[in-house]
């Protein structure tokens, strides 16, 4: 893996509370069936990250 610019990239965020999540991507990036949970302990919901 080449070294990326995290400047660059985008933060993936909960999109139930919008607390962010600690992955980036970047906005040529394909993704889909890749499952976090929520580190807000009111949300705690699991979501797919779909790019």
């Known amino acids: 893996m080449a070294d990326?610019?995290?400047s660059k990239m985008?933060?993936?965020v909960c999109p139930y509370c919008g607390?962010?999540?600690n992955t980036f991507?970047?906005?040529d990036a394909e993704c889909?069936?890749?499952f976090f949970k929520c580190?807000?302990?009111k949300c705690a919901k699991q979501f797919?990250?779909?790019i």
């Open 4 to 6: 990326r610019d995290i």
């Open 10 to 12: 985008k933060k993936v």
């Open 25 to 27: 991507y970047d906005k």
């Open 19 to 21: 607390t962010p999540v």
């Open 48 to 50: 797919e990250l779909r």
């Open 39 to 41: 580190k807000n302990k």
């Open 32 to 34: 889909k069936g890749v």
